[in-house]
């Protein structure tokens, strides 16, 4: 009578066993998900997460050669979202080397390279000869009229696409 009743609870120890076995194998990804449930609840509820990336919209885009081996692209960029943005620089796939340029307020007259320009929140920045602009160094041959494609470089936004046209009359 002794072997039937053990029969009968050895596989009761196994099944308790194998339920055992499987809630501690679910406990390790659930506490896991719950942990990070938690630490998303926390960064969230700083304030610091959903921060959207800063709104920038680029027109009026231009390009006008210079009397020398040089021209310079003009653009306005429109930051119409709640942070600040910072252009930190400019390229176009089809133009040569290009940099970003502004006046030299220490010397009159004369421009330096810019290495960050922050356009803030709800403000717009109209490039301009005698301001920032985008230097283009020995660029092709351009006719008026040429539409180039563009891209400027933000901290906030990432790149951001743009068209500039080649003007008809030379600065």
């Excluded at 919209?57 to 009397?67: A, K, T």
């Amino acid at each position: 009578m002794s072997s039937a009743t053990d029969d009968r609870t050895a596989p009761r120890r196994r099944l308790r066993e194998a339920m055992a076995r499987g809630a501690r194998a679910t406990l390790i990804p659930v506490g896991g998900c719950a942990l990070a449930l938690a630490l998303l609840t926390g960064y969230t509820a700083t304030g610091a997460a959903g921060e959207p990336a800063p709104k920038i919209r680029i027109s009026g885009g231009r390009i006008v050669p210079s009397n020398g081996q040089t021209a310079a692209a003009y653009f306005e960029i429109r930051n119409v979202g709640d942070r600040d943005d910072t252009l930190v620089f400019a390229d176009s796939p089809e133009l040569g080397v290009s940099m970003l340029r502004e006046r030299d307020r220490k010397r009159p007259g004369t421009v330096r390279r810019a290495k960050a320009v922050t356009i803030p929140a709800h403000s717009t920045l109209r490039m301009s000869r005698g301001g920032v602009h985008v230097a283009l160094l020995d660029p092709p041959p351009l006719k008026p009229g040429q539409r180039i494609s563009f891209n400027l470089w933000f901290t906030g936004r990432g790149r951001v696409g743009a068209e500039a046209v080649r003007s008809h009359q030379p600065r």
